[in-house]
């Protein structure tokens, strides 16, 4: 109950909580509490799908914007700004930063190493 203010309004919330009523698939797709509906046969294969890509993606960038997410709950936005850009700049100088730079001036995908 505590986390659901949030992912979806305090009066969809509210509601969903007053009603006491099982939320089927499509609708928590639509309230934003799910990312997308898979087939129950087709569940590990789309997981691995997206572990695969999420695994050679830029896992330091990913693990600061999972970390700035969830500090800036509850803060106001001007500290939010800030805190963003704390952590924008926690990334300048890696080894993942300067493959980026050098990928992208190549035209090539990046080959990320998590450093």
Known sequence: ??????YVPIATARRILFEAR???G????????????VET???LDRAMEIAKKYAVGPTLAYGA????LL???GVSPL????????Y???GYGTHDYEEALKAWQEKRPPQFLGR
């Open 41 to 43: 046969d087709a569940i």
């Open 26 to 37: 499509e609708e928590a797709l639509k309230l934003g509490l799910v990312d997308e509906l």
């Open 71 to 73: 500090s800036m709950i």
């Open 1 to 6: 109950m505590a986390l659901l203010t949030l």
């Open 65 to 68: 914007i999972k970390s700035s």
């Open 79 to 86: 500290q939010a700004l800030h805190m963003e850009q704390d």
């Open 88 to 90: 924008s700049l926690t």
């Open 22 to 24: 099982p939320i089927g």
